[in-house]
């Protein structure tokens, strides 16, 4: 079977040097394209002052521009639902739907077709929405973030509207945090420096590598210390689960789209936490055709020592898809 899997970039990876102004919108998508991705993810209210409100027609002339210039697609639009919106005011369902209807119209503004729901959505939410989502063509993929699966009770509850309703337009979006064999590195080493002690971090980390149950391990370093930084860093075993990518398979066709996290690509161009060649088969051989999105988070551990270089690490994150994915 000719492999369809497709590779995206989140500008999201970008955003130290977009934060700085080191990098402009059209820096980042510029060094997406450099990768030879051919999908582009976005933030909205990251990337696009006003988000979620339409721009303004010559934002979106600009914007398809820069899509024909660096020959890219736009693939997924990031959402989010600030319940807090206005102080001592939470935020009603029905006030929550008009705020994921501007998305849904932001969204196709800008020609993507997937939405990636943020992952306390909950289902009643994306079931009132759907019928708006369906007439505007925008498929919503509920975000499978650690320390979820996509076979949790969360998810099931997701999968139970997408059964009821047999919409083509809701499904999952896998983020590869959920497949985290060991800690990240860059997470431990800035806990360290912020005060925690290295024994109790190797520790964690030992015991997340055998598998251990996370709320054991919080136990025992609960006996070891009181300070609030060490149970930090057990906690991370909590944040930071591991499941057989197996558990992928009976969801395949309900997948529409994948997060590429990534903390920590290394020199030879593999990620130290997630062990991407034991998932990307998985996706293939059961026939995931779309794209995985690489989303660089590894900045905010490192920015305290050493000079954040987002592009690089993308790069890198993207050269190990393409080398699994034509291999």
Not at 262 to 284: F, G, H, K, R, W
Request: glycine share 6%; net charge negative.
């Amino acid at each position: 079977m000719t492999n369809q899997i497709k590779r995206a970039v989140s500008l999201y990876s970008y955003q130290e040097e977009f934060f700085l102004r080191k990098m402009s919108l059209e820096d980042c998508i510029a060094a997406a394209a450099a990768t030879g991705a051919t999908g582009i993810e976005m933030v909205g209210e990251q990337s696009v002052q006003g988000c979620p409100k339409i721009p303004s027609e010559a934002f979106i002339d600009q914007w398809f521009g820069w899509m024909d210039k660096y020959k890219v697609t736009p693939v997924a639009h990031d959402m989010f639902l600030d319940y807090n919106k206005k102080k001592g005011h939470y935020w009603s369902d029905e006030e929550a739907v008009e705020s994921f209807k501007k998305d849904i119209l932001f969204a196709k503004a800008l020609g993507f077709k997937i939405i990636r729901v943020i992952v306390n959505t909950t289902p009643q939410i994306i079931e009132k929405v759907l019928p708006f989502a369906e007439e505007h063509d925008i498929i919503l993929g509920i975000e499978v973030h650690a320390p979820w699966n996509i076979n949790s009770a969360w998810m099931e509850r997701h999968w139970e509207v997408m059964e009821r309703t047999g919409t083509k337009h809701f499904g999952f979006i896998p983020d590869m945090g959920g497949f985290t064999r060991r800690l990240p590195r860059v997470q431990i080493e800035r806990m360290i420096r912020n005060g925690a002690d290295p024994e109790i971090a190797k520790y964690v980390c030992e015991q997340h590598e055998k598998g251990i149950m996370a709320e054991y391990t919080i136990y025992e370093v609960s006996k070891m210390s009181n300070k609030r930084i060490d149970m930090a860093v057990a906690e991370m075993s909590r944040h930071n689960t591991f499941v057989n990518p197996l558990s992928l398979v009976p969801h395949i066709d309900r997948i529409v789209h994948i997060h590429g996290k990534c903390l920590e690509m290394l020199e030879d161009c593999t990620e130290y936490s997630i062990p991407y060649n034991e998932v990307v088969p998985v996706l293939q051989k059961h026939g995931y055709n779309g794209y995985i999105a690489t989303e660089y988070e590894g900045n905010r551990h490192i920015q305290d020592i050493y000079e954040v270089d987002s592009v690089e690490q993308v790069r890198r994150h993207q050269v190990m898809l393409s080398r699994m994915i034509n291999d």
